[in-house]
Nanobody, 129 residues
Framework: QVQVVESGGGLVQAGGSLRLSCIGSGLTFDNYAMGWFRQAPGKEREGLSC????????YYVDSVKGRFTVSRDNANNTLYLQMNSLKPEDTATYYCAAFTYAYCGGRWSPRNTGGVAYWGKGTLVTISS
């Protein structure tokens, strides 16, 4: 059974940092491009990043460039999201996903929530002002 499980959410003051983790099991992790999404209350889910397998690069949505950094540890089936300089508007439930493709170029865009093979259940991040 495939599982994608996020952790690390919580309450942080504006300007602070948080690191989310995502562990995949039941799948050959490094065969998949992996991504982070978020959904704020009353808003649509948006894509934050896409990281290709192995040496594939990472694409980011403009709103998090320079503040969020994604890394992946294929040996431990783990994807990380380091979030710095957090703002109240970053408050959302954050989701990890394994895409149906291995590389992001020409396939991923922040507004496209399709192309996902497996979703996590999400972890809540709340940023206080």
């Amino acid at each position: 059974q495939v599982q994608v499980v996020e952790s690390g959410g919580g309450l942080v003051q504006a300007g602070g940092s948080l690191r989310l983790s995502c562990i995949g099991s039941g799948l050959t992790f490094d065969n998949y491009a992996m991504g982070w999404f978020r959904q704020a209350p009353g808003k649509e889910r948006e894509g934050l990043s896409c990281t290709g397998r192995s040496l594939g690069g990472t694409y980011y949505v403009d709103s998090v460039k320079g503040r969020f950094t994604v890394s992946r540890d294929n040996a431990n089936n783990t994807l990380y999201l380091q979030m710095n300089s957090l703002k109240p508007e970053d408050t959302a439930t954050y989701y990890c996903a394994a895409f149906t493709y291995a590389y992001c170029g020409g396939r991923w865009s922040p507004r496209n929530t399709g192309g996902v093979a497996y979703w996590g259940k999400g972890t809540l991040v709340t940023i206080s002002s």
